[in-house]
């Protein structure tokens, strides 16, 4: 174990550490498991699903692919901005 240098406190502490112990601030970054997508990532993905259910079992399959395409690209957005991507 290694001791690494807090950017809030300045203090050293051991890299295995969650937190500082002086100041608390967290060493790690949340998992992505452990984030939230959010009620539009939710509403999204339900979108996506039932234009693809529409697309397969209906006769009119173009308006089940057009619901599935927007919401596949919005979802495609809304993960970008959930994992960070382009954030400094």
Not at 11 to 37: E, V, Y
Not at 41 to 56: C, D, K, M, V, W
């Amino acid at each position: 174990m290694a001791l690494t240098a807090c950017p809030d406190c300045g203090k050293n502490f051991s890299d295995a550490a969650s937190q500082c112990p002086n100041c608390g601030r967290p060493t790690k970054k949340p998992s992505m498991l452990t984030k939230d997508i959010g009620a539009a990532g939710l509403l999204y993905t339900l979108f996506l699903a039932g234009g693809l259910i529409a697309a397969i079992f209906t006769d009119n399959k173009l308006p089940g692919v057009i619901i599935a395409g927007i919401a596949a690209l919005l979802l495609a957005i809304r993960l970008r901005t959930w994992v960070g991507v382009g954030s400094r």
